[in-house]
C-alpha cells in the first residue's frame, strides 16, 4: 500500500459517512494493531529465557495505571475486530448482506456491553 492509496482511503472515509466504511476501517486498525500487540507481548514474555528476575521486571512494567489502560485499549481493540469479523462471517456466508447494517448496530450494542464490562474488571 503507498501514500497516495492511503490517502484515497481516508477521502473516501471522510465522503462517505457511512457505518460501513467506518467498520471497514476500524477492522483494518484494529488488526494491526493487536499484531503489534501480539509482537510485544511475545517479546515481553521471551524474557523468561532471561530468568525469573527478568521475568519479573518485564511484567511489572505493565502493573501500573499505564498498563491497566493498556489492557482496557487492547480489550476493545479485540472486541472491535471480532465482532467485525464475526458480521462480516455472517453476512457472507449465510447471505445476510441485506441487513449488514443492523448487525453492525447488534455488533456495536455488544461492544459497548463488553466496554462497559471491561471498564468494571481491568480499570477499577
Given at each position: 500500500?503507498?501514500?497516495?492509496?492511503?490517502?484515497?482511503?481516508?477521502?473516501?472515509?471522510?465522503?462517505?459517512?457511512?457505518?460501513?466504511?467506518?467498520?471497514?476501517?476500524?477492522?483494518?486498525?484494529?488488526?494491526?494493531?493487536?499484531t503489534v500487540f501480539l509482537f510485544l507481548h511475545i517479546w515481553t514474555l521471551?524474557?523468561?529465557?532471561?530468568?525469573?528476575?527478568?521475568?519479573?521486571?518485564?511484567?511489572?512494567?505493565?502493573d501500573t495505571k499505564v498498563g491497566y489502560i493498556f489492557q482496557y485499549v487492547?480489550?476493545?481493540?479485540?472486541a472491535v475486530h471480532l465482532l467485525n469479523g464475526i458480521r462480516i462471517t455472517?453476512?457472507?456466508?449465510?447471505?445476510?448482506?441485506?441487513?449488514?447494517?443492523?448487525?453492525?448496530?447488534?455488533?456495536?450494542?455488544?461492544?459497548?456491553?463488553?466496554?462497559?464490562?471491561?471498564?468494571?474488571?481491568?480499570?477499577?
Amino acid at each position: 500500500m503507498n501514500i497516495q492509496s492511503l490517502k484515497e482511503g481516508i477521502k473516501d472515509l471522510v465522503k462517505n459517512r457511512n457505518p460501513g466504511m467506518y467498520a471497514f476501517w476500524a477492522h483494518r486498525i484494529t488488526g494491526v494493531a493487536v499484531t503489534v500487540f501480539l509482537f510485544l507481548h511475545i517479546w515481553t514474555l521471551s524474557t523468561v529465557f532471561r530468568g525469573k528476575d527478568a521475568y519479573d521486571y518485564a511484567i511489572s512494567k505493565f502493573d501500573t495505571k499505564v498498563g491497566y489502560i493498556f489492557q482496557y485499549v487492547l480489550l476493545l481493540a479485540v472486541a472491535v475486530h471480532l465482532l467485525n469479523g464475526i458480521r462480516i462471517t455472517f453476512a457472507d456466508f449465510w447471505g445476510l448482506t441485506r441487513i449488514q447494517k443492523k448487525l453492525l448496530w447488534i455488533s456495536l450494542f455488544v461492544f459497548f456491553l463488553i466496554a462497559a464490562v471491561g471498564v468494571t474488571t481491568v480499570l477499577l
